[in-house]
């Protein structure tokens, strides 16, 4: 089992920034697809954007494209997402996931993953 701790979440305006980040320990290794959920108040858990182990493939919602990037260091054990471009409906708790396996980008809904964070609120103002 991997441990999971999210970082970087805050208020911010809209059009601004945030780097969020995810500290990975116990069992880490490069065979964990790692994903960023986030849930708004009164809504579902949604994947946002996942990274295979070796970093090559990435996945993005639509509703992200073009704003948001993820990334991963391996040797630190760290998983990034940079939001750019922010805008209120960004606003949610956003948490870090990790799914151990060689599927990869196949199978990203919230039951495939094993290993969660406590999450990070982010909260952008108009």
């Known amino acids: 089992q991997v441990q999971l701790v999210e970082s970087g979440g805050g208020l911010v305006q809209a059009g601004g920034s945030l780097r969020l980040s995810c500290a990975a320990s116990?069992?880490?290794?490069?065979?964990?697809?790692m994903a960023w959920f986030r849930q708004a108040p009164g809504k579902e858990r949604d994947i946002v954007s996942a990274?295979?182990?070796?970093?090559?493939?990435?996945y993005y919602a639509d509703s992200v494209k073009g704003r948001f990037t993820i990334s991963r260091d391996n040797p630190k054990n760290m998983v990034y997402l940079q939001m750019n471009s922010l805008n209120p409906e960004d606003t949610a708790v956003y948490y870090c996931a990790a799914k151990w396996g060689a599927l990869g980008l196949i199978g990203l809904t919230e039951p495939d993953f094993g290993s969660w964070g406590q999450g990070t609120q982010v909260t952008v103002s108009s």
């Open positions: 990274i295979t182990g070796s970093g090559r493939s990435t």
């Open positions: 116990g069992r880490t290794s490069t065979m964990y697809t």
